[in-house]
């Protein structure tokens, strides 16, 4: 997997063929060209009319609920990328669980 911090993919590939360690190396190349002020993800719309006809996240992520920041952009990640479930206190039950598409 490519974690340049210049040249990420646009959009991952199809979930059935990504590893969970390319994914978190999808996120942590994400988080560091956040941190060092590189986005790429910048231009959402781009892809709104894909995302109406379905979504394929690579990875979750659990986060709290708090309006600072939020898990698509520390990631530098596009809308649809990553399923983010976000609660007070980080607290993830059964309820919660079951939400996360399959």
Same mark, same amino acid.
Do not use: W
């Given at each position: 997997?490519?974690?340049?911090?210049?040249?990420?993919?646009?959009?991952?590939?199809?979930?059935?063929?990504?590893?969970?360690?390319?994914?978190?190396?999808?996120?942590?190349?994400?988080?560091a060209?956040?941190?060092?002020?590189?986005?790429?993800n910048?231009?959402?719309?781009?892809?709104r $009319?894909?995302?109406?006809? $379905?979504?394929q996240?690579?990875?979750?992520?659990?986060s709290?609920? &708090? $309006?600072? %920041?939020?898990?698509?952009?520390?990631?530098?990640?596009?809308p649809?990328? %990553?399923?983010?479930?976000?609660?007070?206190?980080?607290?993830l039950?059964? &309820?919660?669980?079951?939400?996360?598409? $399959?």
């Open positions: 997997m490519n974690s340049s911090l210049s040249h990420p993919p646009p959009n991952p590939p199809p979930p059935s063929t990504l590893t969970p360690q390319d994914a978190l190396a999808m996120l942590m190349a994400g988080n060209r956040y941190a060092s002020n590189q986005r790429v910048e231009d959402f719309s781009a892809t $009319s894909a995302r109406t006809q $379905s979504q996240p690579f990875a979750a992520v659990l709290c609920a &708090d $309006s600072r %920041i939020s898990p698509e952009l520390a990631f530098d990640q596009g649809g990328n %990553i399923f983010v479930l976000r609660l007070a206190g980080n607290f039950n059964v &309820d919660g669980l079951e939400r996360h598409p $399959s």
